[in-house]
């Protein structure tokens, strides 16, 4: 029997795959999207967003159970029974850790899009031209002015809140009204200001909706986006992208689909169909695509292109540069300030704001030079302590239980997201000697963090403690709280792009350049890390790619 | 990942939490409990009483109205490392003892100040081990019987509806509202011990 064939393959359906999968039925190809996990429907598999506190299995606490399930998943300190079920079985499906390495992955329609941060940060020329001016890794074959409208188009799609604060590292988008900083943060805000020209503390950039947007939302203010939103007021591939495709009558979801292998044609450089292995049944299935969308999340693209066409190329599909697999970033972070605030015993909130405060990179900007290159950001909060909090002097009984049911002293405290350079050799291997429960061989994890970093980390710790000292904070204790690779989940590289074949996987709309109806946009394809939140970026050169394949299939170049 | 999750990490880093979850970090990676876990109901018993002396009935109900004792066993059982359990199981017997030598009378037949004088006591002791103890060194049996109280009290409906506030959609964030010394705290569902 001949296989189905599709204008278009998506493989994986998380925070790129579902736009990709939005962006290219909506310009008329119909697209198959292939996802390795089960269906999560929208709303109906939130199982415990509404579930009250006290009816939270173990109140949150971690079983011995849920530890032996998710060993990596309890050592990034995630493990929450109530979303367990977003997160990869760790058991079925292991890796090898050369070096320490925790790869938290989301194995399910909607991918890491239920659970993500939500912060949405564009990056700026700063991090655009950064590689090239210190002769780092490899130039981006970008610059601001190419992604910008698709910044727009995304954010305006998606929905992001946020304020216009005009400043140069950090874009302003197509932003929703902000959400508020609290009394606490608005004077910190004001006292750094005023202190330093060039660092500011603003609310985050966050894809939550503070008013009904493309008929979803509002945020409701609850505080629980990552056990699913039944409102739809996060972004999510379930709240936005998948219902935007399924509208175009052109989608077909195909869960339980495992890509193995991408059929590379020699003959025509192009790649004529995936091999797909049905999870559950075990069965073989092939689809054939004009144009197939690499999504799968930044190191499960790598492993595909890594099992493709090793015929022609051992170690895989876009390996004749030496790149691929290679060049491994993530944002090293952790590092940071806390402190007590004194007084505001008067003032409190309301309602439970799913983000906190952001402060741009203020580091390495202009003329200065420390003693790293690159920068970093901090998000925060300020809050009044709760019932978990220490009274000494109560000890037990009911002045205790007097005290810790009314509101405690404000804190406040921030940590430190760093950019990781791009070093040639942190990277992802294949393993062909370890299996995973289908029999395919696992990725090896060799990355870590060196010099530039650490010393960036001395910054990152002193620098926030600075400026809660000249805020008046009290206490204030900057702490280093350990950071392993991949912890942040902002995992980048293994497929960077770049202008030359010979060292770069992909070109500048993201095409295998061993392969042009190959486009691979999600985290695998960065050259550099930047220091903001990745996730938009991705999705801004997913909407930019697709747009460049239609017209490319349209003129038949591909 | 949740960053303010984050955050109240790197406050508990820091020492501004009073209970860290010691027991709960410590990385038990087997569901293999080493010895038998089974709490009998003269266990409860005396974990309900021990729970109501450090939350007591007071305008509000007391820690034993949630089925305190039941739930520091489920918790124990379900959750702990094995130091950690060895630890709070022991010192039942330990509080007892205590009891007699102080008080000359078990815990269950001492009067409220008597367990009040005790288990203060207690709590400065655990104080001053949890400031020395060392990485691997499992907590003091009190130390955890706080936090248990203090956890399944606070998360319990009653703990979230009467003690504290708590309402599932508040539908709108103000950063700045007056309050007045006495208004309950709200319950956050997101901070997690």
Redesign the interface.
Known sequence: MAAEHFDAIVIGSGITGGLAAKELTERGLRTLVLERGRNVTHGVDYTNA?T???K?A????????L??EY?VL?????A?EPNASFWANEHDCPYVETKPFEW?RGYQVGGRSL???R?CYRWSDVDFEANAIEGVGVDWPIRYRDIAPWYDHVERFIGVSGSAEGLPQLPDGQFLPP?????V??DVAARIRKRWNDRRLIIGRIANLTQQHNGRGPC???????LGCPYGAYYSTQSASLPAAAATGKLTLRPFSIVRELRYDRDRKRVKGVSVLDAETKQEIEYTANVVFLCASTFNSAWILMNSATDVWPDGLGSSSGELGHNVVDHH??A?A?G?VEGY?????????P??FYVPRFRNLGSERRDYVRGFAY???AS?????????EL????A???E?????PW?I???GFGETLPYHDNRVTLDRTRKDKWGLPVLAFDCRIRDNERRMRQDMMHDAAEMLEASGVKDV?P?D?SYTFGE??HEMGTARMGNDPTTSVLNAYNQVWDAPNVFVTDGACMASSSCVNPSLTYMALTARAVEFATRQLASRDL | MDRRAAIGRLLAITGTLAIGADAFLSGCSRATPARQRAFTPADIALMDEIGETILPTTDTPGAKAVGIGQFMASMAIDCYDDASFASLYDGLATVDEACRRDAGTSFMSATPAQRTALLDKLDVEQRAKSRRRTDGEAPHYFRLMKELTLLGYFSSEIGCTQALRYVEAPGAYRGDVPYRKGERAWFNPTRRV
């Open positions: 509404t009250p506190p006290w939270i173990h109140r949150g606490m971690a079983s011995r159970e530890v032996a060993p309890r050592r990034a300190r995630l929450y938290l659970t993500w941060g912060h959400m508020e900083l609290n009394v943060e608005k409701q203010y609850r505080d629980k986006c990552w972070f952790r940071g806390s007590r015993e008067e003032r409190y909130v309301y309602g439970r704001r983000c906190g998000q925060g909060s009044r302590q709760e019932w978990t909090r220490d009274v000494a000890g037990i009984g009911a205790l239980k007097a810790l049911t009314e509101p405690g804190t405290g921030m940590t204790r702490t709280g942040s989940i």
